[in-house]
T-cell receptor, first 115, second 113 residues
Framework: EPEVTQTPSHQVTQMGQEVILRCVPI?????FYWYRQILGQKVEFLVS????????KSEIFDDQFSVERPDGSNFTLKIRSTKLEDSAMYFC?????????????FGAGTRLSVL | QKEVEQDPGPLSVPEGAIVSLNCTYS??????FMWYRQYSRKGPELLMY????GNKEDGRFTAQVDKSSKYISLFIRDSQPSDSATYLC?????????????FGQGTILTVHP
């Protein structure tokens, strides 16, 4: 069964450093998302991406964050100048536009630890 | 007012019990309602997907949506230890929305043998 793949599973970084979280969405999917989940809190929407541009972003997704689909398979989230409060699980998701049943499939997540 | 509210539990039941999980939401524009299951240190996995009000059944799982009261429920019959996980309700706008999901807090469920 096709799945969303995220790497690395765990990323440890020093405060102020830049990190890139990588995702390989399901191959025929057209919409891509990043969510984050701070320990003990809700899964929160960060950004959606369609047709090579951001289609929607939350207030969390400020200038510190950027997304890119550098080739036909990868979808990345870059966090510049990481802060302690960026420590969280980051989930990538993708979906195919198929009538009204637009289901998002999630990857296993990348645990980001900012020290 | 939070957009989606869910009792985080934890909820502990014996094997074979019927489990009822619930969420309320505030935005009447939400049209799609989902339940995801999340095992420890894993990503959310879709369990049920419903549109507007009504019931949907899939095996031991039944999802209910009551848009008039902005209330969504998931029932698990004959619960098994393998059902032990965090259950997340999620909602989505209809229309031209690009599909942003709004999640509840998640309910931690433990089914003990």
């Amino acid at each position: 069964e096709p799945e969303v793949t995220q790497t690395p599973s765990h990323q440890v970084t020093q405060m102020g450093q830049e990190v890139i979280l990588r995702c390989v969405p399901i191959s025929n999917h057209l919409y891509f998302y990043w969510y984050r989940q701070i320990l003990g809190q809700k899964v929160e929407f960060l950004v959606s991406f369609y047709n090579n541009e951001i289609s929607e972003k939350s207030e969390i997704f400020d200038d510190q964050f950027s997304v890119e689909r550098p080739d036909g398979s990868n979808f990345t989230l870059k966090i510049r100048s990481t802060k302690l409060e960026d420590s969280a699980m980051y989930f990538c998701a993708s979906r195919i536009r198929s009538g009204t049943k637009n289901i998002q499939y999630f990857g296993a997540g990348t645990r980001l630890s900012v020290l | 007012q939070k957009e989606v509210e869910q009792d985080p539990g934890p909820l502990s039941v014996p094997e074979g019990a019927i489990v009822s999980l619930n969420c309320t939401y505030s935005n009447s524009a939400f049209q799609y309602f989902m339940w995801y299951r999340q095992y420890s240190r894993k990503g959310p996995e879709l369990l049920m997907y419903t549109y507007s009000s009504g019931n949907k059944e899939d095996g031991r799982f039944t999802a209910q949506v009551d848009k008039s009261s902005k209330y969504i429920s998931l029932f698990i019959r004959d619960s098994q230890p393998s059902d032990s996980a965090t259950y997340l309700c999620a909602t989505r706008l209809g229309g031209t929305s690009y599909g942003k999901l709004t999640f509840g807090q998640g309910t931690i469920l433990t089914v003990h043998p």
